[in-house]
């Protein structure tokens, strides 16, 4: 009977460490909405640096403004980059995203 016991825990821990390890796993890449958010984060802050790069206190202030209204910082948008870097399929997705914003952005100004 006890023996029972301890086989019934032994598949009860495995199937919780499976669980776990499954929602690790599923969670842990970059989301493709990341992705977005970070390709509009760099084309917003490449334009708005092209466009004030003779008056940076305007930089200084519009790229504060970028960086609350995306809640995406400098440090965190390099990490994001690093990241990138050791995969080329994400680092394409990614440079697909910018692109696609990009136009969408020059339509938007035509």
Known sequence: MKRKYCLKQAKRNNILLFLCLFILISCGGIKDEE???YAKFYVDKTVLTETYNHDSIKLNRSLDSLYSATKINPDKFNKFILALKEDKEKWNLYYKEVD???ELQMKKEK
Request: charged share 35%.
């Open 35 to 37: 992705y977005k958010n």
């Open 100 to 102: 696609e914003y990009l």
